[in-house]
């Protein structure tokens, strides 16, 4: 990751809510979901040796092996929306 302050950042801004709302609290629950996200997304940007996408269907092919819905054409067929945010962010992360 480019920027080796983030975490510890990251890590001090969810103590503070902790302390504030707890952890079992919706509002630490979601800030942790969204920083984990957005970190994830912000490290394949910045990191080139990290290609989640091309992971994703790498895995999504060798399931393919042994489910056959999820072979490209079918996959296409049974999760039209999966398969668009895939096309969609393989263009958005590409330009």
């Known amino acids: 990751m480019k920027n080796k302050h983030?975490?510890?950042e990251i890590a001090n801004l969810l103590e503070t809510?902790?302390?504030a709302f707890g952890k079992d609290?919706?509002?630490y629950q979601n800030l942790d979901y969204y920083?984990?996200?957005l970190v994830t997304v912000y490290e394949y940007n910045y990191d080139s040796e990290k290609d989640l996408l091309g992971k994703l269907?790498?895995?999504i092919n060798k399931l393919s092996e042994?489910?056959?819905e999820l072979e490209p054409q079918q996959f296409?067929?049974?999760y039209p929306n999966i398969h668009k945010m895939i096309d969609y962010?393989?263009?958005w992360l590409s330009e």
């Open 35 to 37: 920083f984990d996200i």
């Open 25 to 27: 609290s919706v509002q």
């Open 76 to 78: 296409q067929e049974k």
């Open 66 to 68: 042994k489910i056959p």
């Open 6 to 8: 983030l975490k510890s």
């Open 57 to 59: 269907k790498d895995l």
């Open 89 to 91: 962010l393989d263009k």
């Open 17 to 19: 809510v902790d302390k």
